[in-house]
């Protein structure tokens, strides 16, 4: 029995398994080599569309809600000056009016 980390046990199951993915081996019968293999996987990225992963980029999935933050800072930002004004000018009729 071979160990999970038996690195030619890894490789020949990596190397299965992108063969099995990418259809059949050259006509010769030969395993496709490593570049072959990363050609292969870069063709078919490029015909559908999506990066060599197949999924597609993470801003696409999980939005960056900056915009919605700011929006609710520059609310805040408002809220907050406009009251510092009304009371500025609360202040100022309480203690300095006639």
């Known amino acids: 029995m071979k160990e999970d980390g038996d690195s030619s046990s890894v490789w020949s199951r990596y190397v299965a398994a992108k063969q099995t993915a990418f259809g059949p081996p050259k006509e010769s019968g030969e395993p496709l080599t490593l570049e072959e293999l990363e050609a292969a996987i870069a063709q078919t990225a490029a015909s559908s569309g999506l990066p060599e ?11 960056v809600k900056r915009s919605q933050v700011s929006r609710w800072f520059y609310l805040f930002l408002v ?15 309480e203690h300095y009016s006639s």
């Open 53 to 63: 992963i197949g999924l597609p980029p993470r801003a696409v999935v999980h939005p």
């Open 79 to 93: 809220v907050l000056f406009s009251s510092l004004v009304v009371g500025l000018v609360w202040w100022g009729r």
